[in-house]
């Protein structure tokens, strides 16, 4: 049954080629997003891949923009707290940030500096992981608040990035695989 769905959540990503740039194939998830009961298989399937992990969090951290989307589903389905990263300026009390490299520039997240409370079980959760820089400074805002990160989620991992390389500090999951 979740191989059924694992491959038909496969075929629902869109591909699209040389988007944003060049030699890049874009994998969209807005077909997922547009179907409610994929949607919530999708967040039930990753419910359930959580428990068979023994990955029992006490709040769920997600970077903008898509990490919003999947966050707090998946903190409904749990029963469990959502704690945004964001980029900086967006959050209005008092913020840690970390300035991180991405593979065309470099850029900024901050969480509140109160999100987390010390020894806070956290699971991460994007909807997709390609260089893994992004994952990273999540990474190092939760252990900044002293955080336990149990494991980072995705919807789709790129193959070939160096991004598992980059994160193996941390348990990683992820419901699809993609050659980058």
Known sequence: MRDIFLEQLSHAVRTIPN??????????ITPILTDHKMLTQTI??????????????????????RGFIFG?????KLGKGFVPIRKPGKLPSSTL?????????????EIHDDAILPGQKVVIIDDLLATGGTIAACIELCKQLNA??????FIIELEGLGAR???SSVPLHSLLKFPA
């Open 44 to 65: 039930d399937t990753i419910a359930l891949d959580m428990m068979n992990l023994d990955w029992y969090p006490d709040i769920i951290v997600g970077p903008e923009a």
């Open 19 to 28: 988007f944003p740039i060049d030699g890049v194939l874009f994998r969209d």
């Open 97 to 109: 940030k970390i300035d991180y490299e991405l593979e065309y520039g470099s850029n900024s997240l």
């Open 148 to 153: 336990e990160i149990i494991g980072v989620i």
């Open 72 to 76: 707090p589903l998946l903190s409904t």
């Open 165 to 167: 390389k980059l994160l």
